[in-house]
């Protein structure tokens, strides 16, 4: 049988590659709320070129796994 367009599932959305963050945002939670555990935190901080885990607001986050 064929399939027809619509019929195929949705593709999941991807993984946003940045982040820009707001004033009360962590990286700890914003890691949790990507991958439902806040344990990447330090990995993110890291490749965003930080080493607090409170970064100030409008800071771009590298989420790039």
Known sequence: ???CIRDRP???????ATYITKAGDTV???AKQLTGSG???LAIAKRSGLNTNT?????????RE
Do not use: F, K, V
């Not at 949705?10 to 946003?16: E, L, M, Q």
């Not at 970064?55 to 989420?63: H, I, N, R, S, V």
């Open 10 to 16: 949705a593709p999941s959305a991807p993984s946003p």
């Open 1 to 3: 049988s064929e399939m």
């Open 55 to 63: 970064p100030e607001a409008g800071t771009l986050l590298d989420l």
């Open 28 to 30: 700890w939670n914003i």
């Open 39 to 41: 344990d990447s935190w």
